[in-house]
Nanobody
């Protein structure tokens, strides 16, 4: 069975940094594109960043220059390094895996809370 387990969320002051991790099991990790999404209170879930099987990355405009997505296929883990955090980054962050060949295979983590506040 498939599981995506996130860690690294928490409370941080504005300008601080956090590194989120998402460890996957039950899938052939290298066959999946990966992404991070977030959902703030009263807002729709939105895409933060994606990384393909070949390492190509894409970022939402509101995180460019501040966040970095990466993956380690040997560890079945995707990361989101978040720097220069702002209060508006406060949200539940979710990792996502999508099959490259079989795009109907989509999995989500449980979400981890990130709170940016002084």
């Amino acid at each position: 069975q498939v599981q995506l387990v996130e860690s690294g969320g928490g409370l941080v002051q504005p300008g601080g940094s956090l590194r989120l991790s998402c460890a996957a099991s039950g899938i052939l990790f290298s066959s999946y594109a990966l992404g991070w999404y977030r959902q703030a209170p009263g807002k729709q879930r939105e895409l933060v960043a994606t990384i393909g099987s070949g390492g190509r990355t894409d970022y939402a405009d509101f995180v460019k220059g501040r966040f970095t997505i990466s993956r380690d296929n040997a560890k079945n883990t995707v990361y989101l390094q978040m720097n220069s955090l702002k209060p508006e980054d406060t949200a539940v962050y979710y990792c996502n895996a999508r099959g490259i060949m079989f795009e109907d295979n989509v999995y989500w983590g449980q979400g981890t809370q990130v709170t940016v506040s002084s």
